[in-house]
């Protein structure tokens, strides 16, 4: 028997069957790094359209986590897609270096500021500690295969950066959006500073949930405002409250003039005034079961009344505040204007003292009667032993309840009255301008406009100072007496400005006064640094604006959907209040990463997936697929079996790719390509087939929806290409004359489906669609970082009866025969579907649509046999199937088996010359041209 392989075309390629992208990955890397590719990528694309997506900076402290994964490697999947898409899109990334996580990490190695270290010195440390976080970080962003100005980063501790934020903040103090105030904001003890909104975390915390009898001053006038002739007895008006540290600082209960209240007797000698619609709930709170209601009346008639301080010689008023209601409580609110914004508000509108009893450590002043010294969550217990003495305490019971706790420390936060800077919503309009300009950016997901609307209509003024060592200054100087700014104050922003670009932040810390101003001795300067908030919300300046690459506003803004309340707002506000305009035209928001439960990531419950693990054992691309295949409007959920299960499609992928690659060995582009109207009527279906699914896939990547991206590249690997038309097209490959039109026919739409297929991975599987493309046929490309999408594809088939809807039925057809075949395998009828011989039976309208394909419907079944008749010839034995109109006979063949193409056909062993292949094969060995294929 004549051995028949050498004249079959067996693929080969170099392209490896096993990824190893561990290992394979890092060596790319080194590779772009060599050559410099950001900046090549510069220098193609200079002059065009720009895209902007402006990175959001992480904070430089720890390693990165998947959360932060998922970030960088949704904006690199963009700003990859951008660039195919012909857009100049550079990508600067960024840094959050200042603030309290660094000092706090400074403070465990060289102590405390102005302790242990010189506060200069203590700066210095913090720097030295954010560029080793930052260096860090930038590695692991790197190594996920994060496209980016590596070398030219932003970092808000730069002295540009640094000098730059404080002339925005200058351009917004000009603008007249700045405030000085001595209200409420939300403190931590822990940091000895104020927070901002953004800052702030709500978890449940126990809390004492107390009644508090406040006894009232000049029970005539009660007893007249309620229509009673005598309150003589003991008579009190009851407040509720879950912070009885805030007691030593009351000074009125609020009411609410349209509430009904009602005097509560029982025990026969007591009087409690509450809300009447509440009078059930508190008796029942409070165990009461014998009272009786002596009078009711609307709160308006109880205003001006007085009461007095359950434990200090204090008398306070009731007044009308709009914020009281009756969803619990008693319907009276202890007022303590120094520890709540609604309190602060009823007090400034009576002019209420702002007593604040508590220092910066959350400890009562030693002047605090009964409380001197202690901290104010301990002295809970020590407040309510008071009450008791004092008579006072109606009820006691712990509540657990939603409480704002500080987002570092996680420790509860207390509200505390404090001289702070504001950036001012209600002046100047900012509010209404931040609404407005909501309405003009597109929010993707379309919810988060309305998130953003919530939070933005009720946020309080944004402290924007803090007390901390390690910030941004705010370079300001008040008058001594008057406390108004000096009237300078621009020129000397930007003197403090140029000599924090030349020296940083030590150069107004370390600086006398009067290397700014003369009035020496009539001015002072503000110690507080900037809100880190301020740092990176002002990057829309500091960096769209100075950066010469970029341009404001920004294209995009892509984060976490916890940016609403953080860096979006800040981002928005500053660029309002600078220069009247919003940094962004879209907002992209992702969601957090849980594990396969649904459970938010932690170290303590073990579910946390760490992204330098997965990179060193399944890759990086294994990752980026994982994030481009979630739908990122929702929680993403990941664990190890579902990233093995991205690795099993990532395979499929990859091996589509190898067997393309593996047919185009020895294909010279130059010389072999076909035009397009030569090409086998299947050929062209599969190019054509290929444009529709890239027009899909680049508008899925413009609007930004990667999981659809995904979703059409593994249908189009799996199922175009898999399960159909690189299965039929194997064939031709392997058994077809090497130089002979059928072959070349489906190598040429491999050639342009492999370059098309490359691009539409490059963003997501960057590191797996580098070594694709470099196994591409063909000399003198460029880099595939400078391709754009691939424009060698067509849209309609030149044999027009074979457009995509009529291939889309025999695929159909096929599955059905796949179907039966299968069937008698597991039967043990047949082995491969070469030993089979088909009938097809159909009605007129698929007997005329498949009978185009003649001889070659065979080829395009994958059987050795393929008969068609009319569906009226259906014989007994006939399986219908779920295609309406055709039934189908499956025999198993009785000709002899070609020993080269493994059909079997009648003809074999006609010739003496080749006994045992068919006339087909034959015609491939010994003609010039081959076998002639028209259609499959």
């Known amino acids: 028997m004549t051995d028949y392989k050498d004249t079959l075309n067996l693929p080969k390629t170099s392209f490896a069957m096993k990824a190893n992208l561990a ?65 100049d899109a550079p990508f600067v990334p960024g840094w959050d270096c200042h603030g309290l996580p660094i000092e706090l990490q400074v403070e465990k190695k060289v102590g405390k500021a102005n302790v242990k270290i010189d506060a200069n010195s ?27 100005d590596w070398e030219n980063p932003y970092l808000t501790m730069n002295f540009d950066y640094e000098a730059n934020m404080v002339r925005t903040l200058g351009k917004i103090i000009e603008n007249g959006h700045l405030t000085k105030g001595f209200k409420p904001v939300h ?108 009078a009711t009346v609307s ?23 709009d914020h009281v209601t009756v969803d619990s409580g008693t319907g009276l609110v202890h007022t303590a204007p120094a520890h709540g ?89 900012l509010r209404n301008r931040a609404k407005q300009s909501i309405t003009e950016v597109k929010w993707i997901p379309s919810w988060g406009r309305s998130r953003i609307e919530a939070m933005m209509k009720d ?240 508008a899925a990547y413009d609007e930004y929806n990667f999981h659809v991206v995904a979703q059409q590249i593994h249908h189009f690997c799996s199922i175009d290409m898999g399960s159909f038309y690189l299965d039929v097209i194997k064939d031709r490959q392997y058994t077809a004359k090497t130089n002979g039109k059928p072959r070349k026919s489906a190598q040429t739409a491999m050639y342009h489906i492999i370059h098309a297929l490359v691009r539409w991975m490059s963003p997501i599987l960057c590191f797996t669609a580098d070594e694709i493309y470099e196994a591409i046929p063909g000399e003198d490309k460029p880099d595939l970082i400078l391709c754009e999408w691939y424009q060698g594809l067509t849209t309609i088939p030149y044999h027009r009866p074979f457009n995509l809807d009529y291939w889309q039925i025999v695929q159909d057809v096929r599955s059905e025969c796949n179907k039966l075949l299968e069937a008698k395998r597991t039967e043990g009828v047949l082995g491969a579907s070469l030993e089979a011989c088909v009938t097809l039976f159909a009605d007129d309208t698929l007997y005329n649509h498949l009978a185009k394909l003649k001889d070659e419907l065979r080829f395009a079944l994958i059987v050795s046999s393929a008969q068609l008749l009319p569906l009226t010839k259906k014989p007994l034995n006939a399986l219908e199937t779920d295609i309406k109109g055709l039934s189908i006979v499956v025999d198993k063949s009785t000709a002899q088996k070609c020993e080269r193409c493994w059909h079997r056909r009648e003809d074999v062993g006609t010739s003496c010359e080749h006994p045992d292949i068919c006339q087909r094969c034959i015609e491939n060995i010994d003609s010039i041209e081959g076998e002639a294929r028209e259609f499959a």
């Open 299 to 321: 709160g308006d008639q109880l205003t001006h009344l007085k009461a007095h301080h359950p434990f200090y010689d204090r008398i306070v008023p009731v007044l009308h505040g």
């Open 459 to 698: 946020r309080p003024d944004w402290c924007i100072s803090r007390q901390r060592t390690w910030g941004v200054p705010i370079p300001l100087f008040i008058h001594k007496v008057t406390e108004q700014l000096h009237p300078k104050t621009s020129e000397i922003i930007q003197k403090v400005a140029l000599a924090i670009e030349k020296d940083g932040i030590e150069a107004w810390f370390e600086a006398d006064d009067s290397q700014f101003i003369a009035e020496t001795n009539d001015y002072q300067r503000i110690t507080d640094t900037l809100d880190v908030w301020f740092d990176s919300g002002a990057s829309n300046a500091c960096v769209l604006e100075y950066n010469k690459d970029l341009q404001f506003p920004a294209d995009l803004y892509l984060e976490g959907s916890d940016q609403h309340r953080g860096w979006f707002q800040t981002s928005l506000l500053t660029s309002l209040a600078r220069c009247d305009q919003a940094p962004f035209k879209q907002v992209l928001t992702h969601g957090f990463t849980v594990d396969a439960h649904g459970k938010k990531m932690s170290k303590s419950l073990g579910n946390v997936v760490s992204p330098q693990d997965v990179v060193n054992t399944l890759g990086a691309d294994i990752l980026r697929l994982w994030v481009a295949a979630t739908d990122y409007r929702s929680e993403m959920t990941v664990s190890d079996e579902i990233l093995k299960r991205n690795a099993d499609t990532y395979r499929r992928l990859r091996n589509t790719a190898r067997f393309l690659l593996s047919n185009l060995e020895g294909f010279n582009p130059k010389n072999d390509l076909l035009p397009f109207d030569k090409l086998v009527a299947l050929d062209q279906w599969a190019i054509a087939k290929a444009y529709e699914v890239q027009q899909k896939i680049i």
């Open 341 to 429: 914004v609604d309190d602060f508000a009823l007090g400034q509108t009576h002019n209420l003292p702002v007593d604040n009893p508590v220092n910066n450590n959350g400890c009562y002043n030693n002047d605090t009667e009964f409380f001197a010294g202690e901290f104010v969550f301990k002295a809970n217990e020590h407040v309510i032993e008071v009450l008791k003495e004092n008579s006072a305490l109606l009820n006691f019971k712990k509540l657990e309840h939603s409480y704002p706790h500080c987002w570092r420390h996680k420790t509860p936060l207390i509200f505390r009255a404090t001289p702070q800077w504001f950036i001012s919503m209600e002046k100047n309009n």
């Open 23 to 87: 290992q394979k990955e890092p060596m790319r890397l080194k590779q772009w790094e060599k050559a410099d590719i950001y900046n090549k990528i510069r220098e193609h694309f200079a002059g065009r359209d720009k895209f902007i997506l402006h990175d959001g900076p992480p904070y430089a402290n720890g390693d990165i986590h998947v959360g932060h994964a998922v970030n960088k490697i949704l904006k690199d999947i963009v700003v990859r897609s951008k660039t195919l898409s012909g857009f």
């Open 122 to 148: 203590f700066r210095k440390e913090c720097r030295n500690y954010a560029a080793k976080q930052v260096k860090r970080q930038a590695e692991d962003f790197k190594r996920l295969g994060i496209l980016a």
């Open 187 to 294: 403190w931590c003890p822990e940091c000895g500073s104020a927070l901002a909104e953004a800052e702030v975390e709500y978890k449940d915390k126990t809390s004492p949930a107390i009644d508090v009898k406040f006894t009232i001053v000049n029970t005539q006038a009660w007893a007249e405002a309620f229509g009673l002739e005598d309150l003589s007895q003991n008579t009190a008006a009851v407040i509720w409250t879950t912070t009885p540290w805030t007691l030593p600082a009351n000074q009125a209960i609020a009411i609410h003039n349209d509430i009904g209240y009602a005097v509560v007797n029982f025990n026969n000698n007591q009087n409690i005034i509450i809300a009447t619609e509440l009078v059930e709930s508190v008796m029942k709170r409070t165990n009461i079961d014998a009272y009786h209601i002596l």
